[in-house]
């Protein structure tokens, strides 16, 4: 269950951490996820006594090549009831980009609009869970209106 938050929830564990990052011009990074074929926030699950913010740090890195900025937004949450675990969802911007060691895991990101990330996640699979996270971040990044 998507939930939209302003704090992070501490009622159960986290277990996944995704992020939105937007560069200066206000485009946001998202990842092409070659075994699934969808666009997709970049993210995954926390490492064995790894900090929520370490993770989000590690997989920006691994999946896109960017590090990210200190400050980081927690704004979406989604509840696997299956797991009993949260995934958090952080709007962040882009500090740089970096040369990528071989050994991650990139399978290449995009680099567009909020509207147009819209439109190719609803085109590609329609999963209007995406779709709501990447509207409610473009929404706090000043780029689309409620």
């Known amino acids: 269950m998507l939930t939209f938050i302003q704090e992070i929830p501490v009622d159960k564990p986290v277990s996944g951490v995704h992020c939105i990052p937007v560069l200066d011009n206000g485009n946001l990074i998202m990842v092409w996820d070659r075994e699934e074929r969808v666009l997709t926030t970049i993210g995954g699950r926390l490492e064995k006594n790894e900090s929520l913010i370490e993770a989000l740090r590690r997989e920006a890195i691994e999946e896109a090549g960017i590090q990210i900025e200190d400050e ?54 329609g999963r209007e869970e995406r779709i709501a996270i990447i509207r409610k971040a473009g929404i706090l990044a000043g780029q689309l209106k409620e």
């Open 72 to 125: 980081v937004i927690p704004f979406a949450c989604w509840y696997w009831e299956e797991f009993g675990s949260y995934r958090l969802y952080f709007l962040t911007k882009v500090k740089k980009f970096i040369e990528m060691p071989e050994q991650y895991e990139t399978t290449g990101y995009v680099i567009t609009n909020f509207e147009t990330a819209i439109d190719m996640i609803q085109k590609i699979e």
